[in-house]
């Protein structure tokens, strides 16, 4: 279902027009920042782990062919209070099947969020929260291991465009009008703690805007590149595919994938 959706809105709002110099732009732009990553990045083998903050993330996770197993954050709204709390709480609130909201294509969450899990009602279905403790369990062990993990978070500072996403979480852990690195410190510190070799990646994705990318920022635990995309997303897919190819070599290039 979620593939002939796609397919439709990219019938409609699909390929944005560029010139010839729009596109060599792009590529040119993204070959810089690929290397920046690259050489950010360090080491190889690196274990990517989404952490929201829509369901962008994950796919483009699997869609350059990277996804191991999946974990809790995969396709849940996600703030950085929210991240905080669970990790505090030890997804014990996270789990719990009496604070849940049943949605049937999705589900809610009292505490969190009110559509909090992405394409799954695990309040509903037993075998859908026997997922997300499976997720969790994965989580927690991944975190026990000497393997580098590189942390992806899709920061969404367009509210307007993601209504649903940014409207539903609880008043104790909405998203910050605009994130900046500093709204994601005291979560980096938490797995960071938990797991010395952890690194951060922040991709602050726009859409309808004028082609921009940049690495804003980038020290020895994270980078946070500025990505303005012509074309528009579903919150899962961008529509254009060279939108979609500069997310895919992003991605690609901090996971040190060439």
Known sequence: MDDLVHALLKRRWGAVHRTGADVDEVHAATAVLKDHLFAWAAEDGAVPVSLGQNCSTAWSIKAVGAKEASYPFDWLAVSPALLEHVLDDDFRTFLDRRRMIPLWTDGGHRDYHR????????????????????????????????????????????????????????????????????????????????????????????????????????????????????????????????????????????????
């Open 115 to 258: 559509s909090l899990f992405g394409h799954r009602d695990p309040r509903t279905f037993a075998r859908h929260h026997a997922y997300y403790v499976r997720c969790v369990q994965r989580f927690n062990a991944l975190l026990a291991t000497d393997r580098p993990i590189l942390f992806i978070t899709t920061v969404v500072n367009e509210h307007g465009k993601r209504r649903r996403l940014a409207g539903g979480f609880r008043p104790a852990f909405r998203l910050p009008e605009v994130q900046t690195p500093a709204d994601h410190r005291g979560a980096m510190d938490r797995l960071v703690a938990r797991h010395a070799r952890s690194r951060f990646l922040f991709i602050e994705q726009y859409t309808e805007r004028p082609f921009r990318l940049e690495l804003a920022h980038a020290d020895a635990r994270m980078a946070w590149v500025r990505f303005d995309a012509p074309g528009r997303s579903t919150g899962a897919r961008y529509l254009d595919p060279l939108d979609d190819a500069v997310m895919r070599a992003l991605l690609g290039a901090a996971l040190r994938r060439r």
